[in-house]
């Protein structure tokens, strides 16, 4: 067994974790991934897990689905140890009146601002200048937006301990004016063993050919896909075998479809929508360039998988991203929203070879600093 692995026998009982997510598999998403790990894994360690996912109730009208929801925390939170959860609204709101109420310790993941999140996907925000998260932090919004931005501040606020991806959310953590000793950063773990298939096999199969750059993620105004689209007919100067593959979906796919006909990028710009897990890993693999123009990431599991993907990188220097990617070295860097240093370093990569070896090898060696042993490890240490 490794070093930093915890036996079972420290443990002088085995504690009942009873998981509130909002997301499981089959789901496909960070939390969904999460939750399934701790379920996997905190048994192996001593520690008994319950799954209460609010996938369950969300045929329900809005408002009844969260009573129903807390309703059954109450009910299987009485013989739990710890009701862990996953955001601060959605489940987190009444996990945390159910952990009150049966008087359970509670502790709370914080992988976002749910209140930001939900004011930059009202259909106006995206006519006028983004709110960056920073300054969403400093200024007063309208009236649900605040009530969102209230009631994520109590849940982490009666939470014992919360736990955040990165220190760019810690930071985040400290605005709302949650107390450092409270929050730990535990990166999210990543197993790359579903990255094995070799690049040309996979673009034999899925019949890929010429320069390939891929995108993934929800179409939303911070996610950038807007100016990705415009720097193609630029790219295509040098390379007019080139594609931009676009995976995901999101408010934002009717306005980027018009974009990519308006400018004449229907041969060249594919909306391959929600994919498969494992196909979103397939055309990471078979891709040469991927580019995540984002204006924010508290942490990108994403980034890792492209990695292992053997792909290089071309991502904004913001957030949690900067944790992960070091300009340069296993990545490179621009300012978001930046066409001219995208499509610079795009060319960058498309005309080096020498650089796309040298960023993908350490891009390798970094995914093995996110070992899954070492995540459920530092997890159960905030948990017993």
């Not at 955001?87 to 009146?97: E, H, K, Q, R, T």
């Not at 004011?119 to 998260?133: G, N, R, V």
């Amino acid at each position: 067994m490794k070093e930093d692995s915890l036996k079972t026998s420290e443990y002088s009982q085995s504690k009942k974790i009873l998981i509130a997510t909002g997301i499981y598999p089959p789901d496909i998403g960070g939390p969904a991934t999460y939750s399934k790990q701790l379920f996997d894994h905190l048994p192996l360690h001593g520690l008994s897990v319950h799954i209460m996912n609010f996938s369950d109730v969300r045929y329900l009208p809005k408002g009844l689905r969260h009573f129903v929801y807390f309703l059954k925390l109450l009910k299987e939170g009485r013989s739990a140890d710890i009701i862990f959860a996953q955001d601060p609204v959605s489940v987190g709101l009444p996990a945390c009146l159910a952990s009150n109420i049966l008087r359970k310790r509670f502790v709370l993941k914080v992988v976002g601002d749910y209140a930001w999140e939900q004011y930059c996907q009202k259909p106006a925000i995206s006519e006028f200048k983004f709110t960056s998260l920073e300054k969403f932090q400093e200024e007063k919004f309208d009236f649900i937006t605040e009530l969102r931005r209230r009631i994520q501040k109590y849940v982490a606020g009666k939470a014992s301990r919360l736990i955040v991806p990165s220190h760019y959310l810690k930071e985040i953590m400290l605005k709302w004016g949650i107390k450092e000793n409270k929050i730990s950063v535990i990166y999210n773990s990543f197993d790359y063993s579903a990255i094995l298939e070799d690049k040309d096999e996979v673009r034999r199969e899925y019949d890929i050919n010429g320069y390939i750059i891929v995108s993934v993620g929800r179409l939303v105004p911070w996610k950038g896909f807007m100016s990705l689209v415009e720097v193609m007919p630029d790219i295509l100067k040098d390379n007019p075998q080139a594609k931009l593959l676009i995976i995901g979906d999101g408010p934002e796919m009717e306005k980027l479809k018009s974009k990519i006909i308006n400018i004449g990028m229907t041969d060249n710009v594919i909306m391959l929508g929600k994919l498969p897990h494992e196909e979103v890993l397939a055309y990471l693999k078979a891709s040469d360039v991927f580019v995540l123009n984002t204006a924010y990431e508290g942490f990108s599991h994403q980034l890792l998988e492209v990695m292992a993907s053997g792909t290089p990188i071309v991502t904004t220097n913001i957030g949690g991203n900067v944790e992960i990617i070091e300009d340069n070295k296993n990545g490179l860097l621009v300012e978001y929203d930046n066409k001219n240093q995208i499509k610079r370093s795009i060319l960058q990569l498309l005309s080096s070879e020498d650089l796309v070896r040298a960023l993908t090898e350490e891009g390798k060696k970094t995914v093995n600093n996110f070992s899954k042993e070492r995540m459920i490890n530092e997890t159960i240490k905030i948990l017993i």
